[in-house]
């Protein structure tokens, strides 16, 4: 294997793997009360709409068009529309039985959670999938960046690192709050970085001969769209209902922003000739 490609691989892994650093920051806590919870179920649903609506969705209308940007991400929602409807989930509970729950203490915090363990567990899945294929063209930044010069390499791997710990967040913590083990939240966390080296292959030995570069943007719209209505469909109403509208309302804008800000940062670290 080529040099070149060895050290993108060795900046990617390193940038992909602070995702890891993420997941630490959830399993090395105490199990939240259930008002903590919703609030980092907030925080976290506004860490994915930041990144359907400001990163994959932004993208793609820049990159394929106005139109076709929008059909890839309403194809996304529409699909996962589809797909979401055929899944038997169970009903949330009012809010008036989830305060009598906290009061009721850790027996009926504990109710609750397993009565949406697998809500939770499957908006995780999905958060999983939806931020490896986000992770999947910074692989391929970090590969151009490298190319530039070991130290354009280290800049932006670094950039992506700082960038990649939210996202660990926003995939732990639903899977541990619905399997209660560290280990799967640490495990999946974990894969979804493993993209980043994945798309350093992926652009060194493919790219661009097998890979259709408007595809891969509108792949990547479509991403977004389903990323989004994970989030509206599947997470906020967790969020609303274990900490309360308004405050799980600030919880999203304040994921929304901390991730922009990230986004931002990553930006400003890429070479003008290279974009995600």
Not at 241 to 246: E, F, Q
């Amino acid at each position: 294997m080529d040099q070149q490609v060895l050290i993108a691989l060795a900046l990617s892994m390193l940038g992909g793997l602070s995702t890891s650093l993420g997941a630490l920051v959830v399993i090395l806590n105490d199990a939240p009360n259930l008002k903590m919870l919703g609030l980092l179920q907030g925080f976290a649903a506004g860490l994915m709409l930041s990144i359907s609506f400001f990163d994959l969705a932004h993208n793609a209308i820049n990159s394929i068009g106005f139109l076709k940007g929008n059909v890839w991400f309403f194809g996304g929602v529409i699909f996962f529309a589809i797909v979401s409807s055929f899944i038997p989930e169970p009903t949330l509970a009012p809010a008036e039985d989830a305060k009598s729950k906290r009061k009721g203490g850790d027996a009926g915090g504990k109710d609750m959670l397993k009565k949406h363990r697998r809500q939770v567990l499957f908006s995780g899945i999905i958060t999983a999938i939806g931020i490896s294929l986000h992770n999947f063209p910074e692989g391929m930044a970090v590969f151009l960046g490298s190319m530039k010069g070991l130290r354009v390499g280290i800049n932006l791997a670094f950039a992506i690192a700082l960038h990649n710990i939210p996202e660990g967040v926003a995939v732990a913590l639903p899977v541990y709050f619905a399997t209660q083990s560290k280990w799967q939240a640490f495990k999946l966390a974990t894969l979804s970085g493993l993209a980043e080296p994945l798309g350093v292959i992926i652009v060194a030995y493919l790219f661009p001969s097998s890979l259709n570069p408007e595809i891969l943007e509108g792949l990547l719209g479509g991403v977004g769209g389903v990323m989004a209505f994970l989030t509206l469909h599947e997470m906020l109403p967790l969020a609303f209902d274990y900490a309360g509208p308004k405050q799980a309302v600030k919880a999203v804008f304040l994921g929304m922003a901390f991730m922009s800000a990230s986004l931002y940062f990553l930006e400003i670290s890429l070479p003008k000739d290279i974009s995600l």
